[in-house]
Nanobody, 115 residues
Framework: QVQLVESGGGLVQAGGPLRLSCTAF????????MGWYRQAPGKQRELVAS???????NYGGSVKGRFTISRDNAKNTVSLQMNSLNPEDTAVYYC?????????WGQGTQVTVSS
């Protein structure tokens, strides 16, 4: 059974850091891309950052320069280091893993940034 296990969400003060991690279990095929998306109340889900198996990264415009994604292919793990957080970063963050056949999503982890 496929499972994406996320950890690291929580409450943080504006300007502070937070680190999210996600490990994928049970995916039979090679994972091409892993990444993070987020969804704030009343808004659409948006890309935060993604990383391909070869290490190519892509960031959403609002997080460039503040967030860093890293990936361990051998462990099927992706992490997101978030620095200089602001209240606009408050959202549920979802891990995503993509093979050539299917996309898999985690259950989401809440990140709340207080001003």
């Amino acid at each position: 059974q496929v499972q994406l296990v996320e950890s690291g969400g929580g409450l943080v003060q504006a300007g502070g850091p937070l680190r999210l991690s996600c490990t994928a279990f049970g995916i039979r095929f090679s994972i091409n891309a892993m990444g993070w998306y987020r969804q704030a109340p009343g808004k659409q889900r948006e890309l935060v950052a993604s990383a391909t198996r070869s290490g190519i990264t892509n960031y959403g415009g609002s997080v460039k320069g503040r967030f860093t994604i890293s990936r361990d292919n051998a462990k099927n793990t992706v992490s997101l280091q978030m620095n200089s957080l602001n209240p606009e970063d408050t959202a549920v963050y979802y891990c995503k893993a993509s093979t050539v056949f299917e996309d898999y999503w985690g259950q989401g982890t809440q990140v709340t940034v207080s001003s």
